[in-house]
């Protein structure tokens, strides 16, 4: 399983769907952290690191891309894969000409959701290789 033992970082203010991606990353063997807010990920993604974040859009105190601006100014970030509900094509190249790792709209398929997640913390870790 390629999500075992790996630490994803979940920014999301919803708790239906953050209790949901909890649950679907956790049974594929991850350990989740659930930041609800841009603040609370500001400070748990310096100190936990991890493999992958999870990031919405629109968090109650800010927004997701301003979050990864700020911290690709300060961290070696690792991929961060965009979640709204609210999405616009220009926002999703602003993010993914920055960098960002993937992009996409709620509601979406869980399971061609976890595989996506799969595929980036591979291509992650085989660029650290």
Request: hydrophobic share 45%; glycine share 10%.
């Amino acid at each position: 399983m390629l999500l075992e033992g790996r630490v994803i970082g979940l920014v999301e203010d919803d708790p239906v769907m953050g209790e949901s991606l909890v649950q679907g990353l956790s049974l594929e063997g991850s350990r989740v952290e659930w930041w609800k807010s841009v603040d609370e990920a500001k400070r748990g993604i310096g100190i936990v690191r991890p493999d992958l974040v999870i990031c919405d859009m629109r968090l109650p105190d800010g927004r997701g891309d301003q979050l990864f601006f700020d911290l690709a100014h300060k961290l070696a970030l690792p991929p961060f894969f965009f979640i709204t509900a609210f999405g616009d094509i220009d926002q999703a190249v602003a993010v993914m000409r920055a960098g960002a790792a993937d992009y996409t709209t709620k509601p979406f398929d869980l399971v061609s959701f976890i595989d996506r997640a799969k595929a980036l913390i591979q291509r992650g870790a085989s660029v650290q290789n």
